[in-house]
């Protein structure tokens, strides 16, 4: 068990549907990343917040958003809903911002279905 | 042409084989080297990382970075079948905050 939880565990809804997902991370992680894994993509690296605060952007679509909350869990907001946004959901924490070798632990991920 | 190639297998060896994986990169500034372990339905873990170019071993696992060929592997000496799941490079330059990761090579060990 990394110590990220992240819920739900899956989720199945139809286009156009908007959806949340949730992150905590683990103990005293102040960061917080959301990867999309699909694939034909792998995983793609889509947001990272650092203690409340966005901190690097990566391949996150105008119809995503994320936020990070003072208790430091994340959500992940993803609105018009597409068939191609099916696809493995992971929410990741490091102790700090990411730099050099620092680990990443990741949670299990939320399965997003949409039909 | 993706930033991190790796070849997406799948890759069948028997128990006690050398299972050999690889990327390769095009950003010559990465500087840092990881490989994450992702079992089914789990996400990645870290395996190991190196700083640059050389290698690094832990147990039945060695790491090597040949940054001048921008080549990097991972060897997984007397695999077991616990061994059986997908490997994922990644990368990160020295001051990315973004992790840059390859698509994974499913690896599967036979009893």
């Known amino acids: 068990d990394s110590g990220v939880t992240q819920t739900p565990k899956h989720l199945i809804t139809a286009t156009g549907q908007r959806v949340t997902l949730r992150c905590s991370p683990r103990?005293?992680?102040?960061?917080v990343y959301w990867y999309q894994q699909s694939l034909d993509q792998g995983l793609q690296f889509l947001i990272q917040?650092?203690?409340?605060?966005?901190?690097a952007k990566g391949n996150i679509l105008e119809r995503f958003s994320a936020q990070q909350f003072p208790d430091l869990h994340s959500e992940l907001n993803l609105s018009s809903l597409e068939l191609g946004d099916s696809a493995l959901y992971f929410c990741a924490s490091s102790v700090s911002g990411g730099w050099a070798n620092e680990k990443l632990f990741f949670g299990s991920g939320t399965q997003l279905s949409v039909l | 042409q993706k930033e991190v190639e790796q070849d997406p297998g799948p890759l069948s060896v028997p128990e006690g084989a050398i299972v050999s994986l690889n990327c390769t990169y095009s950003n010559s500034a990465f500087q840092y080297f990881m490989w994450y372990r992702q079992y089914s339905r789990k996400g990645p873990e870290l395996l190991m990382y190196t700083y640059s170019s050389g290698n690094k071993e832990d147990g039945r696992f060695t790491a090597q970075v040949d940054k001048s060929s921008k080549y990097i592997s991972l060897f997984i000496r007397d695999s077991q079948p616990s061994d059986s799941a997908t490997y994922l490079c990644a990368m990160r330059g020295l001051n990315d905050y973004k992790l840059s990761f390859g698509a994974g090579t499913t690896v599967t060990v036979r009893a």
């Open positions: 103990s005293g992680d102040l960061s």
């Open positions: 917040y650092y203690n409340g605060e966005e901190r």
